[in-house]
């Protein structure tokens, strides 16, 4: 089976913190992850390479550094990378996004051979759009299924469990499919120091606007649709009661009280 | 972008029912179509449109396009898209709607990329510019730690999937008449991607999670897995759902469909009661924009007292039950 991964590199958004003077977000020393989602779509791709004859690919479109991300994938399952970088790629929304990975996905074909499954992670932990796995979908005309939790191969298709609002559901794609995967109920391996190793050593090919044949007008700020207008930090709740009475229970009754005034009891 | 007129909303139907979020968002499809003089129509996708399109004339809609066919029994992407993507290129909307459910996250994108257009994801804000024509949207970013206003100025449809909760159901008014269309369509793509099975995880009795207008949710200073019994107690006291911090999900103590947070559910409830949650940022990000917020810990210092209402700081162990107790007494004694 041949496995296409998409990563995006994102700060850990854990590690965000506001300003409480300017109200503005400290990104200095904000450290860069591979999107946690993305991180689960490469674990279920190295658990069917655990079982089968498979060949992980990943790709990641950003700027140089995002080559980090892509060595952290190829020490933990994935056998090769391609970095999909250009200035023209910069500013892109979704739309643009998704266009360039498409364009991205038919030139690491040239490559690596056709693609049975490609898997992305549910949304990114800095955007949360969800919407560049469907829109990738879509620019292949492939089919897709979002908010995996588990993919069985099977002859010429593939299983997966999936998470709704009401509990758990199984799909059934023929392939080539787009699947986008949430969080699992296993965890994603750690690498070892040989696998590392290996890793950080590895040469990353960059595949800019020309490689990948995109048209340039439907990349970055100008093949975008959506712009944004505003950024702003919401405001903080203030002034709530803290409730201390000599005793739990009377804590407790008291707090019982105030929501029954609040009309929530 | 000449010719593109009126405000659509998608509604999402289960089992031949209105989802609660199309209907919401009826009542801020108003706003946003009356501040253009444009009308407000409602889109139903179904295998049987009636009861759907009667929900949505009830709760406001000028106009109903309805695409009743039997290979809509089931949601399946493509087949959907096709029907959307057919009806939008015909009547052409200024604007289109979606509940940024599974499902309307699973199918806008598709239609937005089809029809070349801006789509804005999982909005908490929708506000017609009337001077411009642009919708303003509005959504939180970086784990919630950001908001962004987006707008979509040079294509149309302009389209955004809008958050369960945010915006309330108007009233029902079953009096109200509005014209149906009955819209149909021949090729359809069927059967690449199709549901097999579907397991409802949603206890008896229980709501889900995203439905819940009340929450009460249990984190590691439960100390025991066992003791989700008494977030459980607490949750049917106030005749709401249980969740969890993704802490309590990794150690194992309740299953993920629970957890709410960023790799869990992003929920608005109108009081959501936090036990022994210490507010990491990737849990707040999941629950900041809930109503009413409670936070009982035993540690004063924890961030989950920055956005709480009202914060008892103590043994959970002693204040739950209590509270469970006070709640049902409160109860026995409105009824």
């Known amino acids: ?265 | 972008m000449e010719g593109y007129k009126n405000i659509w909303v998608w509604i999402e139907t289960s089992d031949g029912e209105a989802r609660g979020v199309g209907l919401e968002l009826l009542t801020q499809g108003r706003k946003v179509a009356d501040a253009v003089g444009e009308s407000l129509v409602a889109v139903v996708i179904a295998d049987d449109a009636t009861k759907a399109a009667k929900a949505a004339i009830a709760y406001g809609a000028d106009q109903v396009i309805v695409l009743q066919d039997t290979r809509f029994a089931m949601y399946e992407t493509e087949a959907f898209a096709a029907g959307f993507c057919h009806l939008a290129k015909k009547y052409k909307p200024n604007t289109v709607l979606f509940g940024a459910t599974t499902m309307g996250r699973d199918l806008a994108p598709r239609i937005s990329c089809r029809l070349r257009t801006g789509l804005t994801a999982d909005c908490t804000g929708v506000d017609m510019n009337a001077e411009t024509g642009h919708v303003q949207w509005t959504r939180p970013t970086f784990g919630g730690n950001l908001m962004a206003v987006i707008e979509c100025p040079n294509t149309r449809p302009q389209m955004g999937t809008v958050r369960p909760g945010v915006f309330k159901k108007g009233v029902m008014d079953a009096g109200r008449s509005a014209e149906i269309i009955q819209e149909t369509i021949a090729e359809l793509p069927t059967g690449r991607a199709k549901l097999i099975e579907q397991i409802k995880e949603t206890a008896e009795g229980m709501v889900s999670l995203e439905d819940a207008e009340i929450i009460v949710s249990g984190g590691r200073g439960l100390g025991d897995p066992s003791r989700f019994a008494l977030i459980q107690a607490l949750a049917e006291a106030l005749g709401g759902a249980m969740g969890s911090s993704r802490a309590a999900v990794d150690a194992g103590w309740i299953s993920h469909v629970h957890q709410v947070g960023q790799t869990g559910k992003t929920v608005t409830p109108k009081l959501y009661v936090a036990c022994g949650i210490s507010g990491a940022i990737q849990h707040l990000a999941g629950m900041s924009g809930s109503d009413t917020i409670v936070a009982i810990n035993k540690d004063p210092d924890a961030p989950i007292f920055g956005v709480a209402d009202y914060g008892i700081v103590g043994n959970l162990l002693e204040i739950v039950p209590a509270l469970t107790e006070e709640v049902k007494r409160l109860k026995a004694e409105k009824a």
Not at chain 1, 6 to 11: A, D, G, S, T
Not at chain 1, 177 to 186: E, L, M
Not at chain 1, 235 to 240: A, L, S
Not at chain 1, 246 to 264: H, M, R, V, W, Y
Request: glycine residues 6%; contains cysteine.
């Open chain 1, 1 to 265: 089976m041949n496995i296409l991964v998409c990563v995006k590199q994102v700060p850990d958004t854990t590690e965000i913190k506001i300003n409480p003077e300017t109200n503005t977000l400290i990104r200095e020393g904000v450290p860069s992850i591979v999107n946690t989602f993305d991180g689960f779509a490469l674990e279920m791709g190295v658990r069917i390479k655990d079982k089968q004859e498979t060949k992980i690919v990943v790709i990641s479109m950003g700027p140089a550094q995002a080559a980090n991300a892509l060595k952290e994938c190829l020490s933990v399952g994935a056998d090769k990378a391609y970095l999909i970088s250009d200035r023209a790629f910069g500013g892109s929304d979704t739309l643009a996004t998704s266009y360039i990975l498409s364009r991205a996905v038919k030139a690491v074909e040239e490559k690596e051979g056709p693609f049975d499954l490609i898997l992305c992670g549910k949304q990114a932990i800095d955007g949360d759009t969800a919407q560049v796995g469907p829109e990738l979908a879509e620019h292949l005309n492939y089919p897709q299924i979002t908010c995996a939790t588990d993919i069985f191969v099977e002859e010429g298709k593939v299983k997966v469990n999936r998470e709704t609002e009401n509990g758990k559901e199984i799909w059934e794609t023929a392939l080539p499919a787009v699947i986008t995967v949430t969080k699992p109920a296993f965890d994603p391996r750690y690498p070892s120091i040989k696998s590392k190793i290996a890793a950080n050593r590895a040469v990353i090919p960059v595949l800019t606007v020309n490689e990948v044949t995109a048209e340039p007008e439907r990349c970055g700020l100008k093949g975008s649709p959506t712009k944004v207008k505003k950024i702003f930090v919401p405001p903080r709740k203030t002034g709530g009661t803290m409730i201390s009475e000599e005793t739990a229970q009377e804590s407790a009754a008291k707090l019982a009280t105030l929501l029954s005034d609040a009309g929530l009891v």
